[in-house]
């Protein structure tokens, strides 16, 4: 039986197996990747999130030489964002039915930890239909040092306040060598291991990333792959609990250290490295398209690679559009349900978990757009 034969059949692959999908032709990988989405998620279905990322701060002391977000505290461009400043955004994306907001910053000493939990209390208590996914592990790792607690703590004193879950971001390649390359004060491989494992035990939304670009062979992809199926297995085995999806992009390295450095990933690339993950991940079954690094036509290709959910309109991206260099860090419903659609995909909002909870009004919403009107969000 032939590599690909194994993998059709849904059969578990060895890392090496998993390395050795990079040498077929793509396009029969994608067509098992394609075969593989259409049993493990609804095959007539897409999904798309309606939500805002929200940085609550750009100063940061870990300096990764692959973001151009992050600001020292003596920049004239730092910022931390007030409460009310964090509510008009949410406020925002209420008025359009966003139902979460995916909130992180910089590493910022100079915040206390009633800051944290003082804004979880706030968001709760006036936005209360409003999901809080904050906080990535790498900023749990800079709360362990801030205020002299262990991750288990903090995350009991943020969950208390009001946080429904954390975001997947640090994962990149969860390949030390490589982590080292890219930014040698980023988290380590384990601690973001131990940190989201603690988050899964206490019951919080986690999701798994990866993003190709820094230079990686295809064996440290494929362990990073490994990586996280591991851990969904033990996730789910002890706490019923795992990633809710799995998201990748591609390095941007304009305005970065690593321009010049590290070579980034074509749209041929991204679109491997998704049907390969599709085939490798047999325990997610949800597969997020990324549109904010490679646009939307790649990210509707991409629903033939192995995707079945185009993420999320975000209202608002700053930390992948500012090392990308363009101006690409919102879409509209309108445009995700016509990728969806446009691909003969019924689209569907969702929630954090992929569940739908709402087929939107598809003719009426794809009606022609005059000039004089505002598009439909």
């Given at each position: ?80 964002l007030d409460y009310g400043q964090i509510s008009h955004k949410i406020r925002e994306l209420e008025a359009v039915g966003g139902t979460r907001i995916l909130m992180q910053g910089g590493v910022n000493p ?268």
């Open positions: 039986m032939s590599l690909l034969d194994k993998a059709a059949r849904g059969e578990r692959l060895l890392a090496d197996e998993i390395a050795a999908l990079y040498e077929l032709p793509l396009s029969d990988v994608a067509s098992v990747a394609h075969s593989l989405r259409l049993t493990r998620a609804n095959p007539e279905v897409v999904t798309y999130l309606i939500d805002r990322n929200i940085n609550y701060t750009n100063i940061c002391n870990v300096g990764c030489n692959f973001c151009a977000f992050y600001r020292t505290d003596r920049q004239k461009d730092a910022y931390t100079k915040l206390p930890l009633e800051y944290y939990t003082g804004l979880l209390r706030h968001i709760k208590t006036h936005h209360p239909g409003i999901r809080i996914e904050a906080f990535s592990p790498e900023e749990i790792l800079g709360f362990e040092k801030f205020f002299a607690l262990d991750a288990s703590q903090v995350l009991d004193l943020l969950i208390e306040a009001g946080l429904d879950g954390l975001p997947g971001a640090g994962g990149e390649i969860l390949e030390d060598e490589v982590r080292a390359r890219a930014a040698p004060a980023r988290i380590s491989t384990s601690d973001w291991f131990r940190i989201i494992d603690i988050a899964q035990r206490k019951g919080l939304y986690t999701i798994s990333t990866m993003v190709i670009g820094f230079g990686e062979s295809y064996a440290q992809r494929a362990a990073h792959l490994v990586k996280l199926r591991d851990q969904q297995d033990k996730a789910l085995a002890s706490h019923g609990n795992g990633f809710a999806g799995f998201a990748m992009w591609s390095l941007q390295t304009a305005h970065t250290r690593l321009a010049g450095k590290a070579p980034g990933a074509s749209a041929y690339e991204y679109l491997q490295q998704l049907a390969v993950a599709r085939i490798a991940l047999d325990n997610q079954p949800n597969i997020q398209a990324s549109w904010p690094a490679q646009g939307f036509k790649v990210a509707q290709t991409a629903l033939f690679y192995g995707a079945s959910d185009l993420g999320s309109t975000m209202l608002e991206e700053n930390v992948v559009s500012a090392a990308g260099g363009h101006g690409r860090h919102s879409a509209t419903e309108r445009e995700l349900v016509r990728i969806a659609f446009d691909a003969g995909f019924t689209p569907a909002q969702r929630n954090s978990f992929f569940q739908v909870i709402r087929f939107p009004d598809v003719p009426t919403m794809l009606q022609p757009v005059r000039r004089e009107e505002v598009p439909v969000v």
